[in-house]
Every structure is written in structure tokens, then in C-alpha cells.
């Protein structure tokens, strides 16, 4: 998690990121001494309310800003801050107005400050305070919602930042539990119509208090902050079946019936279970690799593993970019024995482009190509330059298909890019790997490809069953598929008269398929809403619904659309591309100039991006026992795309052996040559497994092509094999 809280100006963070963790340079002279966070948790929604306060413990006057990094799933829509007699508010504004008033304005300055702070990672929201004079406070009001995540176990997970809470309290052993609760208010709500089972908190808390005889609902409050200065993590475990879940929120009843907010809103969470089944040989699924033409000469290696542990009935494409991009094939083509050989032949027919670097034009191009039925489309994306000045361009085309595609990056020693490959992989729920060496490359892209060709559930529907007179319009619909380990969250309005005023219960039913095994999971949820005055579920649809109408090109000459945009985005304090955030500054004895509009007579923050980043890299371990790799190259190289190998002179001089001792060995002449050539290459191998991890998406479609045949008697072939390479692989080594 990326810091939060307040920058003092003029003074320089510095800090190291290593696998989430972060070490940082705190200056404690603008001291965080109280927090008071109330926590709404609804299945997988949480709505916050928090009031924060500090102090500057310096004798001299700091100029200070506020900080708070968001994901692409999280939407600020309250933030105020009192300092003295001057409160200083967020608000939204319609674009064009909001870009008028900047232009007059020249409090810009402090943003880019921000901007050039080196440890300040991705977008954040974030304002300028101003002035804060010794020994005085400045309170800060911050109310977010949030989709979280799903944990490994099946729990929703919560995180707060370390930075906003009191740090005077940590390893101060005289301080009282009276004195610590007096400054840590930190009270969590949670409901789910499912039930409430337990919570897994790392910070000393209160027991889990049931508020409803049926336990749809509990409180927890946190007696202490957690230790070793880690940030707050709350796991929510929930009873019943986890596949799906439903809330509904009631209307907002001052606003129209008919419109978003005078009709009641479902939030629908898809959660399949999924199977740990071994892929198929017709594994779906789209693998596009894009490659910086700057290294194309290092990946290569790369390239060719991955290629070769594709599986047969999959479709892909290579494209390499520079200043210019150009495809292997004018569209992804069928993983065959033909096209795998095609490709293989033109990877060293590339030349290196040291130019410029046109990612956004090669993923537009991609994005304008539709997508294959039953193939979701994952992209590997290796890059080693600096993206010149259109990554919010590119971010813009991430998001606008973030539903239909999952992205797994690879920038090289720390580039330039790194950021925007985090960006990419947050926003397309990927992973993001640091590489360092040419072997490191290859590890981390099959380990990659590993989790691309997990199972997961595909042709996915909903099915509605309410009582007569009531209908769903979908705001944001169900993906065409979901990768194992992940979640989709769905809303959809509710509309119409009940025939029957007492029908209060309704039903959904999930529908996919893994493989070709369908599942269906019906869900029967109550249509009595639950009432929250802050409306996060109407919020979190909003959002979704706004980003939408910007994906389907809505533009200010459809002035009806537009209108209604931005009427939306500030009804409900939703950002969005229609609108832009602005601090307006106060005096608290003028507040009636708030009341009435009046233009604010100082603006001191800009639109924060709307694509918000949150940094999570790993560096991988690098392989520190090399093996013989043009041999382990040259074997890979002639496996053949269903997973076998030809008993060739070139296998048996890349296995090192003579034509002779190939023949002599050979368990009878009932073996077919091909079955005793694959089992000769997959024990040699097996034997550099322990040295490298690549090899094993190529054991693994070997072994399935060794079990569709007939008559290879392996035992037979295994001891002659083993007899020959000297090595000891039993059957089990195989999984057959």
C-alpha cells in the first residue's frame, strides 16, 4: 500500500519498496494524533467515513498537503479540511468550467510539486492545505467507497493505510489503553444478507459483536494499532455459499422514480468456483505478446518457451513495437503445428528499433480487433523504454476494456515504464514482475503462462426471476469470463410496481462453464433495501455507469447525455470524465459564499487523474545454477505443438547422444519412434528441472499427448530412457 497523509513541502521522502512492504522516512513534525474511522462493510462494498487529526509539533510554520492514493475501484466523494477560521473543501465542477477557472487561477504550482516527488507512485488524491503555524491543528474529513478485493480464502479484505494512524502510540509502553482509545476510534459495521462468520484482524480488537439475531450484521472495534508499523488488514469471512451474493439499497426519496437514484440498486457479487483441473488439450483462450523492439534480441528465449508451451486450440499473436508496430499474423490465428512453426521461424527475422515507443498505437489497433467467442484475450507485455508523454492516453484504453482483457507486464531493470506496467496490471487484474537477467525473463513469463492457462469460467449469464411488474436494467454487466481467484462485481437498477405489494423476494441465477462442465448457482435474495442515507451501492454504480457513457464516446456535442453526465457525477459527488475536482478556500464566517456558487476566489488543486494507481512489485529470485541452455534451447525448439518430439538426428545431437545408442536403446520395435523420442526428451528434461522452472508447462502438455496414445509402454520406454541418460524418473514424475 502506498503512503498516505501529509507531505510537508521542501522536504524530500525517500523510502525502498520491496515486495509490498515499505520502509520510509517519517517526519514526525506534523504529527497525526487522533483518527476516528467508521467502517460500513456490505458483502463486498465499503463505505468509510473518517476524521483525521494532526498537529505541527514544529516551531515554524510548514506548508503542507494531503495525500490519499486510490484504486481504479475506489471513489472519494467527501473531503474537507478546517484549519482555524479556513476550511478548504473538494468539489466537483463541470470539466470545461473547472479548466476555465485553472487557466485564471495560478495555484498549480503545488500540484506539480507532487507530481516530481519520487516516491509519490501513480495518481493520488491529493490537495494543497496551505499554511500550518506551530503547535495548531488541521482536521481532516475524508469519506471514500470501495470495492475490496477477494482474498486467497475466500474472505473480502479490507486495508488502511499505516500513515493514517497515530504512530506517537507505537512501542510506547507507558502510554494507557484509555489514552490509546482515546485517540483511535475505529469502529467496523458489517452486514450481509448470507451472514457474518468471523473476521481475521491484525491488530488487537474488540470480540465480534452480533447486532441482528440472524447475525446478518456484527461490530468490531480495534483497541490498538497493529505492530511493526504494518498497514490495517481486516479479513471478512461470510457464511453460506460463496458463489453469490445480492444487496439491495433503497431509492434515494428525493429524487424522480425512474432515474438511477429513484429506483433501488442491486450489487451482485460473482464469485464461480472454479475446479483445479488440468487444462484440456483445448484450452481457451486469446495470448497476444507485445514486445519492445529494443529487446527483442534478449527475449527471444522468451518467446520461444512461451510459444511452446502454448496449448494446441488456443489462439495468439507476437507484435513488436518501436516506433512503429508490426504482428506476426494480420490477427490472432489457431495454435497449430503450422502456425507455432511460423512464428518460430520469424523470431530472429526482427530488427532492433532503438526509435520512439508506440505502445498506445499497438494497443489501440489490438483493442479495435473484437474478441473471440470462448477465447479471453490476455496480453504479455515486455518493455524496456519510456512510454514519452502519453501514458494517461494509454491508461485511457486500459481502462475502457479493463473488463475484457487481463494484462501481465514485464518491464526490464526498474524502466521508466515500470509505473505504467503496475498501472496496467492493477487496472486488468495482472501481476507485474521486475526482470534483471535474460533467465530471470523467461522464469517469470512461464510462471506467468501458468496462471493464464488456470481454468476458468467462461460464457457466463445472469438469469432474473422477480415478481410481476419489476424489471433490471443492467449498469454494469456480467464479464464473458472470470480467471480463477477472482470476483465480478455487477449492479443493476430496479424498476417498475410490483403487482403484488407483499412480493418482497426475488432470484438470480449464475450460469458458466469450465471446460466444457456447466454450473448453475441460484440465489434467492430479499427485495426489502436496506437504508443507508450515504448510498454506496448507488455510488459504486454510478461510477460504473458514467465510465460507461465515456467509453461509448459520449461528447459534449450530445448535450442531453453530457448534461445528464454531469448532473449525475455531482448529485452524488462521483468523479468522472465529465467532471474535474477543484479545493475551494473559505473563511468559515463566509461560508454563505458555498451556499450561493459565487466563483471561489483561490483554487489550489487540479483534476486528480482519473486512472489511480496502487504499486505492489515483486523481484524475482534469479537463478543462481545455469544449466547447458543452447542444448536445453535446442531440445524445446523441436518439440512439436502437440507436445511430442520427432526421433530426428537433431534431437538425438541435441541430447547428446549417437544415432547408434538412440537405436540400441529403443525398447522394441512395438514402441512408435515419436513415443520413444518423447519420453527420451522429457526425461532428459526432467533432470534440469531442479536448475530451471520453465520446463514444466512443456512436461505437462508432453505427458498429456503420452497418455492419448495407445501401446507406448512406458515402463519399458522410462527404464531404457533412464538406462541411457543415466537418471531415475519413475512414472509418478509424470502424473502418469
Known sequence: MRPSGMLRKHRMYRGLFDRGMWFFSIYQEIQLESVAVNVTIQDFVADVESKLFFRNKQQVSEEIMFIFPVDPDTVVYTFYATMGDTRIEAMLWDKEEAQKLHKATS????????????????????????????????AINLCYIQELPLHTDGAALFCWSRYLLPQHMRFNWQISEDEILENLHFRICLQSACGVSHVDINSSHTPLQYTAPDQTSAEVSLKSTPWHFDDLQLLVYYKGPHNLSAVVESRDPKAAPGSLLGDPVVMVTLKP????????????????FLIDCSLFQDAQNTLLFLLKSLPVGCYFNIYSFGATFKAFYPQSVEYTQESMDNAVRRLSSICPDLGGCDLLGLLKSIYSTPLLHEHPRQLFIFIQRKISSEEEAIMAEVHRYRDDQRCFCFPVNSCDSFKLCQAISLETKGECVCIHSKLDMTSEAVKCLQQ?????????????????????????????????????????????????????????????????QSFDYTLRFSLLPSADDRLPVHRMAMMHLLWKLSRDGTSRSEKDIWQNAVTFSLSLGVQSPFTSSIAVRMELMDTWHHEQESP?????????????????????????????????????????????????????????????????????????????????????????????????????????????????????????????????????????
Open 107 to 138: 495555484g498549480m504550482e503545488n500540484l506539480r510539486y507532487l507530481q516530481d516527488q519520487p516516491d509519490i507512485w501513480g495518481p493520488v488524491f491529493a490537495c494543497f492545505l496551505g499554511t500550518l503555524p506551530p503547535n495548531r491543528d488541521v
Open 273 to 288: 468456483s472454479i475446479p483445479e483441473v488440468v487444462p484440456s488439450t483445448g484450452q481457451l483462450g486469446e495470448f497476444l
Open 452 to 516: 493464464a492457462l488456470k481454468p476458468l469460467a467462461s460464457e457466463i449469464s445472469l438469469h432474473w426471476d422477480l415478481p410481476p411488474g419489476l424489471e433490471v436494467t443492467m449498469i454494469r454487466k456480467a464479464p464473458e469470463s472470470i480467471f480463477q481467484g477472482h470476483q465480478s462485481i455487477i449492479y443493476a437498477q430496479i424498476h417498475g410496481q410490483a403487482q403484488d405489494p407483499e412480493a418482497d423476494v426475488a432470484a438470480v441465477t449464475l450460469k458458466y462453464l469450465v471446460g466444457s
Open 600 to 736: 471561489p476566489e483561490e483554487l489550489v488543486m487540479e483534476e486528480p487523474p482519473p486512472f489511480h494507481i496502487s504499486w505492489d512489485w515483486k523481484i524475482s529470485p534469479l537463478s543462481t545454477r545455469l544449466c547447458d541452455f543452447s542444448s536445453l534451447r535446442a531440445v524445446v525448439a523441436l518439440q512439436k505443438a502437440n507436445g511430442s518430439w520427432d526421433l530426428t538426428s537433431a534431437l538425438t545431437s541435441a541430447l547428446r547422444l549417437s544415432k547408434a545408442e538412440v537405436k540400441g536403446q529403443r525398447p522394441s520395435k512395438h514402441v512408435k519412434p515419436t513415443a520413444w523420442a518423447t519420453v527420451l526428451a522429457l526425461v532428459w528434461l526432467h533432470r534440469y528441472k531442479w536448475r530451471v522452472s520453465w520446463s514444466e508447462l512443456l512436461e505437462a502438455k508432453s505427458c498429456r499427448w503420452l497418455r492419448d496414445q495407445t501401446e507406448i509402454h512406458l515402463d519399458e520406454c522410462l527404464e531404457a530412457a533412464n538406462s541411457l541418460l543415466g537418471c531415475l524418473v519413475e512414472p509418478i514424475s509424470f502424473r502418469m
